[in-house]
Structures are given as C-alpha cells and as structure tokens.
C-alpha cells in the first residue's frame, strides 16, 4: 500500500504525472483516443483555476473531459504523489527512457522508434546511437534529425541535475509540509539557492530546528523518495522522483542563525563572511561564531551572526559575494522591492491571441490578487501560430478594453500590444496602431540566431520607435532549454536610458529575463524596470513572486520599478506620455 501524501501534490506536479502516463501509453502503441484523454486531462488540471486536492471525484468529474476513470486516476496522483497505470507502464519501459522522452524536440513517436529499432533506453544509448550514424538509416529520420538530436543532448547534459526555481521551491514546500505534520513545533525552512532565489537550482537543501532527531527518518520516508542516499543522526540525504536531491539537516535553536546562514550563503559569500571573522580573531562555521576561546559569541538568529560582524543583515537574495558584505558595513544596502509594492502588471494575454482566458476573468483574477491596474498585451500579427493581431483586430481589441474598464470599479485596465520586433528590427504593426494604445511592450520572439551586432542594433532600433515603452524578455532564453540570444546588453541598457524605455523582467519561471545581473546594471545606471507575469492563463498571475525574486537579486529597489506608482503617476512616467 502506497503512503499518501501528508501535502497533497498541486496541479503542476498532477499534470505532469498524467502527461507522462499518456507518453508512456504513446510508447505502448496505446489507443489514440485513451492517449489524448490523458492529455486533455494533464492540460485541464495545470490551467485550472480550482486546487484538485480540494475536490473528491465527484467534484473533479464535474469538470468538463474528466470522466469517472480519470477522476480516479487524478485522485491518487493528487494522495499518493504516483499511480498504478505509470507503475504498471513503467515495467514496461524502463524508467530511463523518461529522460529520453523530455529531451527538447523528441517525441514519444520518435521515442518509441528509437526504442523498437534501436533499443534506445537512456540518454547515454541515444547519444551512442546518434554519434554513430545508426539514427540516419531509421526511414523518416535523416542526417538533420540525428544532428538536432545530438544538440539537444548537448544542451540537457549543460543543464543536468538543474531544475527551475519554481520547481525547486514546489518540491521543498512539499518537503517542509511533510516534515511538519510530523514534528508541527519545530522550525522547518527551505535553505541553499532555492531560498537565495537563484533561477535555478540543484540540490534542495531544509533545514530543521527543534526536532527530534527521528525527523531524519522520516524524511527519508518521504513518498517521492526513490532512493535513500544517506541517514542517521542529524542529517539524511534521498534521491527524489524528477531528478531532484534532497538534503536535510537537523540543528539545536542556539544554532539556527548560524545554520541559516551557512547553508543559504553561496560559497563565495560564506567564504568572505568567514574572512571577517578571521580578522577579528574569531572563527564562522554552520554552528555559530566562536571567540579565540571556543566561546559563542552569536549564533542562535542571523541577525546576530551579520551583527556581531559589524554589518547590517543581509536578505537572502543579495548573498552572492557581489558587494553586499561592503555595503552591509557602510549601512548602504537597498531596501528591496517585495511584492507588495507592485500595483500593476502590463503584459498578459487573453484568448483574442494564445491566452487561455477571456478578458473578463483575467480582469477579474487581477483585481482579486490586488492589482490595481493591469495592461492585456495580446499579440501582434507576426505571430500566427498565436492567432496575432492585425492593425484592424488591434483597434477594436482597443476599444472592447477600454470600454470593458469603464465598467470596472477598483481597477483599470489598459489597451496595449505585446508587438513583435522583426528581424530588421520594424515593428510588426504601423505607427499610427501603435500611437493609438495606453502602452506597447515590444519583444523578440523569431530570428533569435542573428549575431550580436544585428541582433542589438535591431532592439536599439526598436527602443528608438517613440510608441515602444517597454522591452519585454530582452533574450528571448528559455532556462534550461535554450541560450538567450546574442545582443550587447549594455548598448541597450544605454539605448533605453536615452530614449525613456523601460525593460521588464519578464516573470514566468522559464524566462526571468532581464536576468538579475542584467536588472542591476539597468538599475545602476538609472533605466525604469517593470516586473510582469506574461501570463496566459488564471494561475500565472501569480508567476510575479519569481520576477521579484529575480529583482531582489539584481538589488532592484521599489523606486526603480514603474509599476510600483500609483496609476496617475504611471501613466506620467511611462515614454509615451513623458
């Protein structure tokens, strides 16, 4: 019997079981109707508005495409983190052909050739296979296949053992709920880069105050746990359904502080920390600071630790050795954006392009997150796989936005584009289309591969339009799928700062683009930033708590982002209107 799940999965990691079960079933050669059924469901589940674990199976089947079987099926994902058909599935196929399965630009259709002709069952079997010249002489395939097949190795083996942020941070708040059903007084907290922020991370690392010492006995009991790495004592480490390692450590309320912030500390950062305390004669380690004389002079907060030190605290986000311990010992770090302070965001979509939402309930959901003005940035024609819009569809897309805001109370909506900058850097609508809205976010989405001197001139020729206000996901990269592209930050840093233009960081958990180094140097050298979700649907709405992560990173203040202003003052400092 499968233990259930003390923190009951949500519906990203519900999802993502069901697609697998329906790439498994692919492999399987399986019912093409049974196949889609899984499909369908994986996508109702990961854009709905309501928690599966909240509903039984009668309220799931009331959701249109959920019949009785699947009902079921999502119920004991949602309890016991897997269910029976991927077992079943899975002594089928061995577990390692998953890997091959999530490789970029590979699909169970090509998996399941690859595995009857080749017996491909791991990455390492693909790369052989295709180094060797075997991929090519499978019919359909081709020299071309086999070399986009050995690039996209190439690119997962760069980004192994990696996961997303907000991947990272599901699976140790799943982790930490666990634990605290288990040992409900203790103090139990996410450290390591996961807590820093980082875009992306590694191992999980949560630390455990006040617990008993059985707690690591049973985190390694957790239900996604596949393999125990090490236990005993006061620390435990497991291996974790999706790749991920987890690490616990369990330490006394005296030594909390000095454990929080040894272990969220980046390396070089604990380092120079330790540095300060060795000139003072002292010794920093995981378990407090110590005098010449082995006696604790701080340990129990962080705040002591960073005190004791001569310097001001120093939030999570900023330990990357990049300045903050100099500026903590001049008194001179920022006090950093939270998300409290944004009032607006200005770049989502609706289903007058690829959003799955009308404007309505995208409206709606803003003003229930507290927004207090939102702008719908649907797409521009270019993007026809996105149902773009022409300059006739974007006039009355306008209008309908305008006039829906005037019904609203307590929030207001703005009429703007996301519009498409062309590979020569035009922009994909006329002037006088773009001159008519509240506010344009111009973006790269095509002919990412130009070289960085046609690539910058092309988003500087974009940034000098007088209708652009924002740049929106100045690389265009896809984290952990694909490199940023190649454009001189600097010049369009410069370039924005001339011109009035504010850039975005961009908050969906695969982009963060401006990346945090990027938003400090536009913020050192005094170009507005904006923070938005770039959502699509209902639940990335929610996507800006990873952008202001980002930002607090890049040292980014409340001042220095635009949607912070109250509409009135916005709308004054916004290029169009300066």
Known sequence: MTTPLPAPLDNKAVARTLLEIADLLELKGENPFKIRAYRNAADIVSHAAEAVSDLDEAGLRGWNGIGKDLAGRIREIVTTGDCQVRRDLLTEFPATLLDVLRLQGVGPKTVAVLYKELRVKSLDDLAAAAKAGRIRGIKGMGGKKEQLILQAIEERQRFAGRHLLSRATEMAEAIVAYLKEHAPAAEITTVGSVRRGAETSGDLDILATG?????????????????????????????????????????????????????????????????????????????????????PIAGATELDIYKALGLAYIEPELRENRGEIAAAAQRALPSLITRADLKGDLHMHTTESDGRESLETMVAEAKARGLEYIAITDHSQSLSMANGLDETRCTAHAERIRNYSKTQKGITVLAGIECDILADGAMDLSDDCLASLDVVVASIHSAIAQDERDMTARVIRAIEHPSVDIIGHLTARMLLRREGSRVNVEKVIDAAKANGVALEINSQPHRLDLCDTHARLARDRGVKLVIDSDAHYVEALDYPRWGVMTARRGWVARDDVLNTLPLKEFKKRLRRNR
């Open 211 to 295: 617990a008993d010492l059985s707690l690591a006995d049973v985190f390694t009991k957790f239900p996604l746990v596949e393999r125990v790495l090490a236990g005993g004592g006061s620390r435990a480490s497991v291996l974790l359904r999706g790749g991920f390692q987890a690490d616990l450590r369990i330490v006394t309320p005296d030594q909390r502080g000095a454990a929080l912030q040894y272990f969220t500390g980046s390396k070089a950062h604990n380092i120079a920390l330790r540095d300060r305390a060795l000139e003072r004669g002292w010794k920093l380690n995981e378990y407090g600071l110590f005098d010449t004389e082995e006696r």
